[in-house]
């Protein structure tokens, strides 16, 4: 069975860091770009960073640059996005989704930032 | 960054066929933007529909297909379904960098 599933999620103070992770099962992570996606309460779909197969190739919205950082591990069949210096507008919900042939998404890890 | 543009909502009658388009604010949607398309129902993660512009996978229902029309990329329904009322967000490709277009809610009515 295909699953793809983010954890790393929770309540954090502004300013503070959190590590989420995207594990795939069921097929591999290692032939597709993978993206980071993020959803605000009652809002649409934002794009975070995408890295490419193999990890070199990474490319982040502006308003992340330089607090977020994207990775990868195709050994462990997993994306990584390792956010710091979080903000009260970071809070949502965090999907990650493979790209392509591929095209499946994660259920979704929920990131609150809030003193 | 691009924004990209699709209709906030439209409203189709059940067996009935919509267009739901993607277009960016400074040129033509291509087949180089690669064009995916994808459903969210309410309190679900999306699900991807569409990839490059016009292919689909196993899970899409037959009555869904993507394209390319008058500059923009389009989604098709044809025959709409009570279970196709849903948010359906465009995603567009610019090299390594993503744009989602805002979304568009369809109504099945």
Avoid at chain 1, 15 to 41: D, E
């Amino acid at each position: 069975e295909v699953q793809v599933v983010e954890s790393g999620g929770g309540l954090v103070l502004p300013g503070g860091s959190l590590r989420l992770s995207c594990v795939a099962s069921g097929f591999s992570f290692s032939g597709y770009w993978v993206t980071w996606a993020r959803q605000a309460p009652g809002k649409g779909l934002e794009w975070v960073a995408s890295t490419n197969e193999d990890g070199r190739v990474k490319q982040y919205v502006d308003s992340v640059k330089g607090r977020f950082t994207i990775s990868r591990d195709n050994a462990m069949n997993s994306v990584f996005l390792q956010m710091s210096s979080l903000r009260a507008e970071d809070t949502a919900v965090y999907y990650c989704v493979s790209e392509y042939k591929s095209g499946h998404w994660g259920q979704g890890s929920l990131v609150t930032v809030s003193s | 960054q691009a924004v990209v543009t699709q209709e906030p909502s439209l409203t189709v009658s059940p067996g009935g066929t919509v267009t739901l388009t993607c277009g960016f604010s400074t040129g033509a949607v291509t087949s180089g933007h690669n064009p995916y398309w994808f459903q969210q129902k309410p309190g679900q993660a999306p699900r991807t529909l569409i990839y490059d512009t016009t292919n689909k996978y196993s899970w899409t229902p037959a009555r869904f297909s993507g394209s390319l029309l008058g500059g923009k990329g389009a989604l098709t329904l044809t025959g709409a379904q009570p279970e196709d009322e849903a948010d359906y967000y465009c995603f567009l490709l610019f090299g390594a960098a993503r744009v989602f277009g805002g979304g568009t809610k369809l109504t099945v009515l």
